[in-house]
């Protein structure tokens, strides 16, 4: 296989894993910092009312609430990443000569098969094809040398 393409795709499920953990740590930083708010006492530092009870409902309840924030955005961050893949799975071929855009460049199916996958071609005839051109009066012995 393409040495190149390879590692593309290395580094694409390493990007894939970085934003996932990026938003992991996003979301720890959101839960640490409610906890750290009613703990301390943030909103009164400063300030001459310094007598702050923590009320423990309350940073539970945003904790929860971030959870299931946190667990909706990393299940669309991997529905989206997986469509994003299966797309770019897709090979553009052209309509009307059947040439393979790979790497900005338009290629034949044979170079591109050589070029991506490493692999040589031969030519054939499908059964298909060859029922429909023997009823057309077409002798595939012809070709033969």
């Known amino acids: 296989m393409n040495t190149e393409g390879s590692t593309k795709t290395v580094s694409r499920v390493q990007l894939l894993h970085r934003l996932w953990l990026l938003e992991f740590l996003g979301f720890a ?3 640490a910092l409610s906890w750290l708010d009613e703990y301390a006492g ?33 299940h669309i961050t991997r529905r989206i990443s997986k469509r994003l893949s299966y797309l770019e799975g897709f090979v553009r071929l052209c309509s009307w000569c059947h ?47």
């Open 99 to 145: 040439r393979v855009d790979y790497a900005h460049q338009w290629h034949t199916i044979e170079d591109f098969l050589r070029l991506e996958l490493n692999k040589s071609t031969t030519h054939g005839i499908c059964p298909a094809c060859t029922e429909k051109y023997s009823r057309t009066g077409f002798d595939r012995t012809m070709f033969r040398g």
């Open 29 to 31: 930083s959101i839960i």
């Open 42 to 74: 943030l909103p009164y530092w400063g300030s001459s009312a310094s007598n702050h009870v923590p009320n423990w409902r309350e940073p539970v309840l945003e904790t929860m609430v971030v959870i299931m924030v946190g667990a909706w955005v990393l």
